[in-house]
């Protein structure tokens, strides 16, 4: 997920205390980049201005951890499809099938939810194309307002409708030949680890939810992280907020929240960085066809404020017996969220940390995503 505008109230707010040394001890550290010889992060310290060719050379680097975002597989088909959600809205996805597969059998299928503010194409085509891998027929979507799916205006944000979308995913999966309408289970990735388990919620055919990177999009918006954002902040950005409605209304300039940045200099946060490697490089950088780069990963501000009315741990222990798996990185600056969903859930569940991993790690490097785990537990759950 980009860095909303909670972040950017969290960075400035003296009851910060997030670690930045968390960020240096994940699997590209600091002192390694350098003596690697990446001069962008040289660059970056001086404060100098971040080059298209250092851009490149930090893409390239990341490579060399394992990150692999477009990965494609020989062992896989893949197919586009859409169908509609319960507000006949136009949800597109990529489905996809292991070859050695037999569509006269009924199949275990597994659901996966992109990052808040990203696109199908961004990790969770990644995950869809490994777990069918593991024979696993899988169906990765874009959430409504964003990719290939409907919504107007675009970059909305819509709690209720993004959750809804992971239920009209399994109308359609449950009405296919090949798939087994009881084994249809969930990844949720970042923010859509919230709205699945927000769909899961009062959707039972969901069978078994994995979440990876969790963001509570709820609580970070409401709190930033770490508890960090004052009630008087809060009040602030929802009065910012209120006032863009009228010049809106009135035919005014769409405003967007500050997401992902999309240059480097010496004031840059952690956080940011950590995000602008994945976003704003050839590592994950997609612009969907009739976007804007300049609005990846931005909501409308006027729309983000809603998540301040989502709360979608509430309630978590009502999804028992179905099982839950929490992955996080034991270096992410987001594993607040994936401990308090355990806390808050019933059994049978389980909180996996990986090692050295940050948040974004587990986006796309694919030498620290745990496959192995995930692969264990839908194949224990959805046997």
Known sequence: MPVHTFCKKLCNSEKHNYNHKNVERGPIKMKKMIT????????MTLGLVLSTASIG???AADMLNGADNFYKSDKVTVQKVTFKNQYNMKVA???????AMSKNTKNPTIIVGHPMG??????ANLYATKMAEQGFVTLSLDLSFWGESAGQPRNVVSPDIYAEDFSAAVDFLGTQPFV??????????CGSGS?????AKIDPRMK???????YDMGSANRNALNHSLTLEQRRAIIAEAAEQRYVEFKGGETKYTSGTVHELNEDTHPIQREFFDFYRTPRGEFTPKGSSPKLTTHPTLTSNIKFMNFYPFNDIETISPRPMLFITGDQAHSKEFSEDAYKRAAEPKELYYVPGAGHVDLYDRVN???FDKLTSFFSQYLK
Do not use: H, W, Y
């Not at 990203?118 to 990790?123: G, L, M, P, T």
């Open 118 to 123: 990203a696109v199908k194409e961004q990790s």
């Open 368 to 370: 620290l995503i745990p």
């Open 180 to 189: 087994d309408k009881e084994r249809i289970g969930v990844i949720g990735i």
């Open 208 to 214: 078994a939810i994995a979440t990876v990177s969790m």
């Open 93 to 99: 996805g990529n489905l996809f099938i292991p070859k």
């Open 57 to 59: 050379i930090a893409a």
């Open 195 to 199: 709205f699945a388990i927000s769909a």
């Open 36 to 43: 690697r010889g990446f001069k962008m992060l040289t660059a």
